[in-house]
C-alpha cells in the first residue's frame, strides 16, 4: 500500500513469426481431457514460428524513452518481476520511477509459443538445479546436493535469497540453442514496432541480443544496459562501429567460476575498444555478494537505483 | 489516453509444483550461442515440474472478491490481455472497473515452464490454423486454406475480428494432454495461496478447471463465470453437490459444429439439475456472431459487462 501505480495503459502483443507448413505426416490420436471423447488430430497444416510475447505498462509521460526488458537463457520475462522472496522486481522499481516498460519472453520461451515438437523443433534444453545454482554463480554444489539442501551450499555473503532458490527454479523454462537469429530478428521487429528510441536492459543470453540490436540499428537504441551478458559481439562492434552508451553490469564471484573469468576478459577488451560501453563491476563499487541474477539478489533495488542514475546522466 | 489505471500492487509469483529427479541418461552436447564454446550438459538430477505462474494487478479496495482469470487450451494468460486487433481485452476492462485481477498461465503453459522433453513429459500437442479456426467457430475451411485466405472463409456475420486471424495464431501455445490433474492441483493451491474467496473467469479447457474447484474448495469460490466450458463435470457435481453462484456463457454458431450440440446439451442438463447455474446463450440474448473466443470477438467488452453486471447482482 506504500505507493500507488499509476499507468496510463498496458497491454501485450506478439510480434514477428513467420509460417511453417507440415506435410505427409500420420494423423494424432489425442484426449484433450481425462474421460473425454478421443480425437483425431491432423498435424498437416500451417504453424505460426518465431513470433515474441511483449507484455507493456506505461507509467510514464511518454517522453521519456521506453524501456525494454530482455531476459536470459532458460528464463522468461517473470524474472523481471517479484523476485523470488517475494520482494519488489525491476518491473514495479521502474514504472514508479515513471518510466514505460516493455516486459519481453523472447522467441520460443514463455507467452511467445514455440514450433510443434519434433516435426519442426527438436525437443529443448532442461538445465537441472543444480546446474542453474553452480551456473548462476550462487554456490558450489555437486551432483548428489539436493534442491532441498541447495541452500546450504551458498557463497558465504551472497546477495541471492539462497532459501527461496526453489522459488526461484519454478521459474525456469525449458529452451532451445539453435534460435538465436529468429530472437534476434524478433527484438528487431519489437525495436520497430514500440517506434520510439528506446533503452535496452538485457540480462545474460539477453545482453548479446541487447548489443547486437544497438549495433545493427543504432537508431531504434538509445541506451544499453547489459546486466552480465553471457557473451559479447567484439567482432560485430569492430565491423560495424559501436557508439550507443552502454552500461555493463557484473556481479560477484566471477573468480570462483570456470567460465566467467573469460567473458570477464571479453567484456573488458570490449569496453577498452568502444569508449561508450562503461563497465561496473560491483564488487569493485564496494556492492558484494551479488550472484549472476542480480536482478532478484537482496539488493536488487540498489542495483537498479544505480543503473537508474547511470540512465539519467547518460540520457 | 481516455482512462488512467490506478494499482496499488502488481506482480507476479510461481506456485505448487514438485521435484522430478532423471537419472542414468548419458550428457549433452550443446552450445547455447551461435559460435559459443560447446558445453557438456549433464540431464540428471533435479527438476520442478507442476508449477504455476500468476501474475497480479490489484485495482480494488482490496474489499472486493479477486478476478482469477484461467485460460483455455493451446492459450496462455495473454488471451485475457489486447486482441488481436489491438482493442481493449478483459484484463484492462476488470481493471478500469476496480477489480483486484490474478492473470494465470496453466501449468506446463506460457510462464510455467515445462518438464524436460522427452525424458520425463512425451512432446506436446500443437494445433494447425485450420484446425483452430474451425474448433473456435470462427469459420469453416478446408485442408487446403491457408493462413493468407482464411479470413475469406469466416461465417458471415462472425464478431472475430476475422482480417487478425494470423496475430491470434501467434498467441496459440502447444499444450499437453496428460496434465488436467496437475493443473487443478495447481489452481487449487493458487485459491490458498490468493486467501481471499475468489471469483473464477475460465474459459473452454480451463471451464472445466473453474466448476472443479468451486465443487472441490466451496469455501475459496465465490462465483465462477465459463465461459463455453469445453466441458462440465456434471458426474462430480451430482456426487459432491453444487451451490456455486455460477453464469456460463455460450456465444454462436453451435449448430454448426461437430461437437458443441452435445456440450450445449450437458450445459444444459447441468444447469437443469443445479439450480445455481444460469446460462446466458449470446444469440438467444439478441447478441450473435460471437465465436468460441468471445474474450476477444469485436463485441468483448458488451460481453465482458454482461459479466460484470451480472457479478454486481450475485455477489
Same mark, same amino acid.
Given at each position: 500500500?506504500?505507493?500507488?501505480?499509476?499507468?496510463?495503459?498496458?497491454?501485450?502483443?506478439?510480434?514477428?513469426?513467420?509460417?511453417?507448413?507440415?506435410?505427409?505426416?500420420?494423423?494424432?490420436?489425442?484426449?484433450?481431457?481425462?474421460?473425454?471423447?478421443?480425437?483425431?488430430?491432423?498435424?498437416?497444416?500451417?504453424?505460426?514460428?518465431?513470433?515474441?510475447?511483449?507484455?507493456?505498462? &506505461?507509467?510514464?509521460? $511518454?517522453? =521519456?524513452?521506453? !524501456?525494454?526488458?530482455?531476459?536470459? +537463457? #532458460?528464463?522468461? @520475462?517473470?524474472?523481471?518481476?517479484?523476485?523470488?522472496?517475494?520482494?519488489?522486481?525491476?518491473?514495479?522499481?521502474?514504472?514508479?520511477?515513471?518510466?514505460?516498460?516493455?516486459?519481453?519472453?523472447?522467441?520460443?520461451?514463455?507467452?511467445?509459443?514455440?514450433?510443434?515438437?519434433?516435426?519442426?523443433?527438436?525437443?529443448?534444453?532442461?538445465?537441472?538445479?543444480?546446474?542453474?545454482?553452480?551456473?548462476?554463480?550462487?554456490?558450489?554444489?555437486?551432483?548428489?546436493?539436493?534442491?532441498?539442501?541447495?541452500?546450504?551450499?551458498?557463497?558465504?555473503?551472497?546477495?541471492?535469497?539462497?532459501?527461496?532458490?526453489?522459488?526461484?527454479?519454478?521459474?525456469?523454462?525449458?529452451?532451445?540453442?539453435?534460435?538465436?537469429?529468429?530472437?534476434?530478428?524478433?527484438?528487431?521487429?519489437? &525495436?520497430?514496432?514500440? $517506434?520510439? =528510441?528506446?533503452? !535496452?536492459?538485457?540480462?545474460?543470453? +539477453? #545482453?548479446?541480443? @541487447?548489443?547486437?540490436?544497438?549495433?545493427?540499428?543504432?537508431?531504434?537504441?538509445?541506451?544499453?544496459?547489459?546486466?552480465?551478458?553471457?557473451?559479447?559481439?567484439?567482432?560485430?562492434?569492430?565491423?560495424?562501429?559501436?557508439?550507443?552508451?552502454?552500461?555493463?553490469?557484473?556481479?560477484?564471484?566471477?573468480?570462483?567460476?570456470?567460465?566467467?573469468?573469460?567473458?570477464?576478459?571479453?567484456?573488458?577488451?570490449?569496453?577498452?575498444?568502444?569508449?561508450?560501453?562503461?563497465?561496473?563491476?560491483?564488487?569493485?563499487?564496494?556492492?558484494?555478494?551479488?550472484?549472476?541474477?542480480?536482478?532478484?539478489?537482496?539488493?536488487?533495488?540498489?542495483?537498479?537505483?544505480?543503473?537508474?542514475?547511470?540512465?539519467?546522466?547518460?540520457?
Amino acid at each position: 500500500m506504500e505507493h500507488y501505480l499509476k499507468l496510463r495503459g498496458m497491454g501485450s502483443f506478439h510480434i514477428g513469426g513467420e509460417v511453417e507448413s507440415l506435410q505427409g505426416k500420420p494423423p494424432i490420436q489425442a484426449t484433450f481431457a481425462a474421460g473425454g471423447i478421443p480425437v483425431t488430430m491432423d498435424p498437416n497444416g500451417e504453424y505460426m514460428i518465431g513470433q515474441m510475447y511483449a507484455q507493456y505498462f &506505461l507509467a510514464g509521460d $511518454g517522453q =521519456r524513452p521506453p !524501456v525494454l526488458f530482455w531476459h536470459g +537463457g #532458460g528464463l522468461t @520475462g517473470a524474472c523481471w518481476e517479484t523476485t523470488p522472496d517475494g520482494r519488489r522486481g525491476w518491473v514495479e522499481d521502474f514504472l514508479l520511477d515513471g518510466w514505460d516498460v516493455y516486459l519481453c519472453d523472447a522467441v520460443e520461451r514463455g507467452r511467445s509459443g514455440y514450433a510443434p515438437i519434433p516435426d519442426i523443433w527438436p525437443a529443448p534444453i532442461s538445465q537441472t538445479a543444480v546446474d542453474l545454482f553452480t551456473r548462476f554463480r550462487i554456490g558450489r554444489a555437486g551432483k548428489d546436493t539436493t534442491l532441498e539442501n541447495l541452500p546450504a551450499h551458498a557463497f558465504p555473503g551472497t546477495q541471492f535469497p539462497a532459501d527461496h532458490f526453489a522459488q526461484f527454479v519454478r521459474q525456469v523454462v525449458p529452451r532451445w540453442n539453435h534460435t538465436d537469429e529468429q530472437i534476434m530478428t524478433a527484438y528487431h521487429a519489437l &525495436l520497430k514496432r514500440v $517506434g520510439r =528510441r528506446s533503452i !535496452v536492459v538485457c540480462h545474460s543470453q +539477453g #545482453g548479446m541480443f @541487447g548489443l547486437r540490436s544497438a549495433m545493427e540499428n543504432p537508431d531504434a537504441v538509445k541506451a544499453v544496459v547489459a546486466l552480465e551478458p553471457a557473451a559479447v559481439p567484439l567482432e560485430k562492434a569492430r565491423q560495424l562501429g559501436y557508439s550507443t552508451p552502454t552500461l555493463i553490469v557484473l556481479g560477484d564471484y566471477i573468480d570462483n567460476d570456470d567460465r566467467w573469468p573469460r567473458i570477464r576478459d571479453r567484456i573488458m577488451q570490449f569496453s577498452a575498444e568502444f569508449p561508450c560501453v562503461q563497465v561496473l563491476s560491483l564488487p569493485d563499487a564496494g556492492i558484494t555478494g551479488n550472484s549472476h541474477m542480480l536482478i532478484m539478489d537482496k539488493n536488487n533495488i540498489e542495483v537498479s537505483g544505480k543503473v537508474r542514475s547511470w540512465l539519467n546522466e547518460s540520457l
